[in-house]
Nanobody, 126 residues
Framework: VQLQASGGGLVQAGGSLRLSCAAS????????MAWFHQAPGKERDFVAA????????DYADSVKGRFTISRDNAKNMVYLQMNSLKPEDTAVYYC????????????????????WGQGTQVTVSS
C-alpha cells in the first residue's frame, strides 16, 4: 500500500483546509484509515480515524467539532476537512492505513498502522 497526502498549506487562523490522501493497493476498501500530525519538537499525535465502511469515526478531543474525516472507497481516497483552524494545528499531517484485517489495537494507536504517507505541512498563522 502506498499513501500520498496532499492539500497542506499556509492559512490564517479561523480558515479551512482540506487534506487528501490517495491510496494504492487492493486492501484499501477494508482498511482503517487515519490522520496523525507532528509538530516540531513534539511526538506524532492522533488526529482522526475512520473505519473501512465509514460508519465509525474517532477524533482527538482537540479537533472534535472542527475536523471531519471521510473516505471514498471507489476512488481510494481519504479526506480531512479542517475548519476553524488554530495556530496550534500547525504540524506535518500524515495519513496512515492498517492492513485491512482484524486488529485489536485502538484506532488512536499509531502502532496499529502499517503504512504511512510522506506528510503534508499545515501552517496556521495567528
Amino acid at each position: 500500500v502506498q499513501l500520498q497526502a496532499s492539500g497542506g498549506g499556509l492559512v490564517q487562523a479561523g480558515g479551512s483546509l482540506r487534506l487528501s490522501c490517495a491510496a494504492s493497493g487492493r486492501t484499501f476498501s477494508s482498511a482503517v484509515m487515519a490522520w496523525f500530525h507532528q509538530a516540531p519538537g513534539k511526538e506524532r499525535d492522533f488526529v482522526a480515524a475512520i473505519s473501512w465502511s465509514g460508519r465509525t469515526t474517532d477524533y482527538a478531543d482537540s479537533v472534535k467539532g472542527r475536523f471531519t474525516i471521510s473516505r471514498d472507497n471507489a476512488k481510494n481516497m481519504v479526506y480531512l476537512q479542517m475548519n476553524s483552524l488554530k495556530p496550534e494545528d500547525t504540524a506535518v499531517y500524515y495519513c496512515a492505513s492498517d492492513r485491512g484485517i482484524y486488529n485489536s489495537q485502538a484506532l488512536r494507536s499509531d502502532s496499529r498502522y502499517d503504512y504511512w504517507g510522506q506528510g503534508t505541512q499545515v501552517t496556521v498563522s495567528s
